[in-house]
């Protein structure tokens, strides 16, 4: 993964688009700020954040399907929200 994300970053160097690679190698590479190597490290960890995100959202979307909340009832739904989001954010 960090291998393909060096040689993205050196990509994006050359070809910058309009994507976040692209506006962290401009404004922050290009002013000196960050490296090649940080940037692309810095890349590994944006996306696995966005993964565990996902990840996250979509076993919470599973869990509350599972659990048929009411939709008329808010009180009910947040309830069981808060909890399942405390218990999600510790695994």
């Given at each position: 993964?960090?291998?393909?994300l060096?040689?993205?970053?050196?990509?994006?160097?050359?070809?910058p688009g309009?994507?976040?690679i692209s506006?962290?190698?401009t404004?922050?590479?290009?002013?000196?700020?960050?490296?090649?190597?940080?940037?692309a490290i810095?890349s590994?960890?944006m996306?696995?954040?966005?993964?565990e995100t996902?990840?996250?959202?979509?076993l919470?979307?599973k869990?509350l399907?599972?659990?048929?909340?009411?939709?008329s009832s808010?009180?009910?739904?947040?309830a069981t929200i808060?909890?399942?989001?405390?218990?999600?954010?510790k695994s």
């Amino acid at each position: 993964m960090y291998a393909y994300l060096v040689e993205l970053v050196d990509r994006k160097v050359r070809e910058p688009g309009d994507d976040l690679i692209s506006r962290l190698v401009t404004e922050y590479i290009a002013a000196g700020q960050l490296d090649h190597g940080t940037a692309a490290i810095t890349s590994v960890i944006m996306m696995q954040a966005g993964h565990e995100t996902t990840a996250k959202h979509a076993l919470l979307g599973k869990r509350l399907r599972c659990w048929n909340i009411p939709r008329s009832s808010s009180g009910s739904a947040k309830a069981t929200i808060r909890p399942s989001l405390r218990t999600s954010s510790k695994s």
